[in-house]
């Protein structure tokens, strides 16, 4: 029934506020599910496969595009790129997200970092970030991984038994993205650079033209199940990608900022595949160059997802992308509280010390070096301050003789590279066995 058909059954005993509050309550609640939008709006009894539906909590105006996107594709009006859509929007003028939205926001996912180096959040929970974030982020294209086959991958490099490869390659390929973006440090920024390098990363191996990772399409692409129609000429997709780089580096707040990415990103479809994913990580640098909690998707609902694209794609309505942002970055934030928690302080002296760690153990591997005292602090002398020198030796030696096939990327070492030295550490104890 609609608002209309239900005053009449009600005869007057509830107004129509009223009317309209309560049943957008039960929508919320799940009690109700719309159809259409707007006077058109039909409120149902849902079916017991809408009252299973994992879903997300939503406001009047998501319940709304939800609605309208649900409508058979035959009564949906086929559109293409609005570039008004972009052109409209005024960085620190225009704001998809309220300003009690934005502070509740920076209120829960403020950390202990906020004035500490960009990253270093990010860092303390590195371990827990690359696997959680790849595998939800891989989850919602349909990665059928486990979490805790997408721990041991990550970990110990161990591909889990029965799955696709490519479904290996797009979790590695995560990860390398992720490890990216929190080792660029004060360098980190939303810019053209890092957009596209981080779209090769997460399409390395995945792309039937090799050569397309990191470059913008030169091709047409449609979307699955939705009626609109992305943009075909190449010049226009370099002109528009630009123009939303340059709108999302101009804001100032990164929980805008994060929405924005998440928004314009994949309405443009810049890449030829790979979209979405990068879009995700996107969003994430505004939260690791502030400090902030990061956005690891964990639990989002895939259908509340996808809809919440198709009411950006097909309507240029943001608000049940809006409602599942929220909602994704209120679980991220509590989550990673207690993560951090778990963790209790960082070693200082480790993270001090991090960028002399990396260089120090890739001369030692490239080098082809043993984990040993003498060799160890010949290189690490021209990197650390005399004081502090017998305390890096120790910790480089820990972590060499720690380094495996699941964790040397750490360390920005090539496979090749970590391959080689680990043969030549072999044949070196086979030897002296």
């Not at 990580?281 to 609902?301: E, G, T, Y």
């Amino acid at each position: 029934m609609g608002v209309e058909e239900l005053l009449r059954l009600f005869q007057g005993e509830v107004s129509r506020r009223t009317l309209q509050r309560r049943l957008s309550a039960l929508v919320q609640s799940g009690r109700l599910i719309t159809e259409g939008g707007g006077p058109s709006t039909v409120y149902l009894l849902p079916t017991r496969g809408d009252l299973n539906e994992k879903y997300i909590p939503l406001s009047p105006s998501g319940a709304e595009v939800r609605g309208l996107v649900r409508r058979p594709q035959t009564e949906r009006t086929p559109v293409s790129y609005n570039r008004e859509f972009l052109d409209q929007y005024r960085p620190n003028e225009s704001r998809y997200l309220t300003a009690d939205t934005i502070a509740y926001l920076a209120r829960i996912g403020a950390t202990a970092d906020l004035e500490r180096p960009a990253g270093t959040y990010a860092r303390h929970i590195l371990n827990r970030l690359l696997v959680e974030l790849s595998w939800a982020s891989s989850r919602l294209e349909g990665n059928t991984y486990s979490l805790l086959d997408t721990e041991r991958l990550i970990q110990f490099g161990e591909a889990a038994e029965g799955k696709d490869a490519i479904e290996t390659q797009m979790i590695l390929n995560h990860k390398a993205a992720i490890e990216f973006i929190v080792d660029q440090g004060d360098e980190l920024a939303f810019d053209r650079q890092t957009v596209l390098n981080l779209h090769a990363l997460l399409s390395d191996n995945l792309l039937p033209d090799q050569t397309a990772g990191g470059r913008l399409r030169r091709i047409a692409v449609g979307i699955h199940d939705s009626v609109y129609h992305p943009l075909e000429l190449p010049p226009l997709i370099e002109e528009y990608f630009q123009q939303v780089v340059d709108t999302g580096a101009a804001i100032h707040n990164p929980f805008e900022q994060a929405f924005f990415a998440m928004v314009h990103l994949p309405y443009l479809q810049p890449f030829e595949d790979v979209n979405k994913r990068v879009s995700r990580l996107a969003a994430n640098i505004p939260f690791i160059r502030k400090n902030l909690s990061p956005l690891s998707f964990m639990d989002v609902p895939e259908r509340a997802y996808v809809e919440g694209l198709l009411g950006v794609y097909e309507l240029n309505r943001v608000e049940l992308l809006r409602d599942v942002f929220v909602w994704a970055y209120e679980r991220s934030a509590k989550r990673y509280v207690a993560v951090r928690q778990s963790l209790g302080e960082p070693d200082r002296f480790r993270l001090r010390f991090r960028n002399e760690l990396t260089d120090v153990i890739g001369n030692i591997v490239r080098g082809g070096l043993a984990p040993a005292v003498e060799a160890v602090t010949k290189v690490a002398r021209d990197h650390v301050p005399a004081e502090h020198l017998d305390d890096f030796v120790r910790m480089t030696i820990n972590d060499l003789e720690n380094l495996h096939e699941g964790n040397f990327a750490r360390f920005r070492l090539r496979p090749s590279e970590f391959q080689a030295w680990s043969k030549m550490q072999r044949r070196s104890d086979e030897d002296n066995f």
